[in-house]
């Protein structure tokens, strides 16, 4: 069994220098496709659950689930994520459903739809790191608010995401503040803001550094170089699944994500953990598609499914090798929640305290 927290795998990939893809899950065939992908390159993995994802599968499936793609793949750690939690009590029932991490995003108050204020942030951050350290679960933050550069608004995702318009400074973390909200904090992964956003539509034209702020994380990872940050919203959206999305009667007007090689830039400057839903979606959705146009007459779902996880499965895999995330489950040995809840109330753990290597050990 290799339930891991975010904690110690990030530390293990600051480390080593790599980046972990955390993958969106809603049902069985995308838990299937990701540890399948891992297993082939042994890949330790993050698997994340957003509250639509809670809703739609039901908390009890979501952890069954979990314990079963564990004990289906023995080898592999796996951190089960909590994805934007909106206040307490969403993340203290995550973690009671077995979730080694959550994200508290205090970016948006508790509607997921108005930007909070940084007091408001820190405060609630702060309680939830207290619920989740005592067990020894992590907590990953956010400062600023997601949304493109391009047109000031932010993409909603069920309900998730800000409304109207923001200003670029509430759209670019600000690395003073980042410092000051690691430390009151004591997260233990700092998501920021710098352009990217959620869902397909991210980008109007290839992005550059005027509307993909690839140099703020190197600075915040220069004022923060203990600190594991995380990319929300990075999904590449590769033009070979909007093609054959489209080829197949789709109607996905042309759009750009997030490149790889700016995530790999990423990954070398403290971006340890990079989020991807829409890449997985998309994968999937262009083959239901393309089953569905050229044998109009099947009606059984596991003839959509089946190929449709087999390509998520090769998009899953693609990202560990181009994260250099493959060939890590091998040597990480998963040290246990109680372990986790000794070393933080002993303050090793603290930032400015804990070293990579003696966090990782
Ligand atoms: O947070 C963004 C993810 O893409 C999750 O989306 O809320 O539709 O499950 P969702
Ligand atoms: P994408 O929509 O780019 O896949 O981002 C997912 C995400 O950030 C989930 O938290
Ligand atoms: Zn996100």
Redo the contacts with the bound molecule.
């Keep these: 069994m290799a339930r891991i927290t975010l904690r110690q795998l990030l530390d293990h990939a600051a480390e080593y220098g790599y980046g972990v893809p955390a993958f969106?899950i809603?049902n069985m065939e995308q838990g299937l496709a990701i540890m399948e992908a891992a297993a082939a390159v042994d890949a330790p993995v993050i698997i994340?659950?957003?509250?639509?994802?809670r809703s739609?599968a039901g908390d009890l499936m979501l952890a069954k689930m979990t314990d079963a793609l564990e004990q289906m793949y023995p080898q592999i750690p796996l951190c089960m994520h909590q994805?934007?939690g909106n206040d307490e009590a969403t993340c203290a029932t995550a973690i009671k459903h077995g979730f080694t991490s959550v994200m508290m995003d205090g970016s948006l108050k508790v509607d997921a739809k108005t930007p909070a204020d940084f007091a408001y942030n820190v405060d609630i951050t702060r309680r939830v790191v207290d619920i989740a350290h005592w067990i020894g679960a992590s907590v990953e933050g956010e400062l600023g608010v997601l949304g493109s550069l391009e047109h000031g608004g932010g993409e909603q995702?069920?309900?998730?995401?800000v409304e109207g318009k923001v200003s670029e400074d509430q759209l670019l973390t600000d690395p003073d503040q980042a410092v000051a909200f690691v430390h009151a904090t004591k997260v233990d992964a700092l998501a920021i803001a710098m352009g990217t956003s959620?869902?397909a539509y991210k980008f109007t034209r290839k992005p550059d550094g005027s509307i993909l702020a690839m140099h703020l994380v190197e600075e915040i990872h220069r004022r923060l170089p203990n600190t594991h940050l995380v990319m929300?919203?990075s999904s590449s959206v590769p033009q070979a699944l909007q093609d054959t999305f489209n080829s197949f009667g789709g109607e996905m007007p042309q759009t750009w994500g997030v490149p790889v090689e700016e995530i790999v830039r990423g990954i070398k400057h403290g971006v340890r953990k990079v989020?991807i839903?829409?890449d997985c979606?998309l994968a999937m959705a262009a083959i239901f598609r393309k089953v569905a146009t050229q044998n109009r007459s099947e009606f059984d779902p596991r003839k959509f499914l089946k190929p449709a996880m087999d390509a998520m499965r090769d998009l899953c895999r693609e990202r560990f090798e181009q994260f250099g995330t493959a060939g890590h489950a091998v040597r990480i040995k998963v040290v246990p929640l109680s372990e986790m809840a000794r070393r933080y109330r002993s303050g090793a753990l603290d930032p400015g305290t804990a070293t990579l290597a003696t966090a990782a050990a």
């Design positions: 969106n809603n994340q659950a957003s509250r639509g994802a739609y994805d934007h995702e069920d309900g998730h995401g959620h869902g929300h919203g989020n839903d829409t979606r």
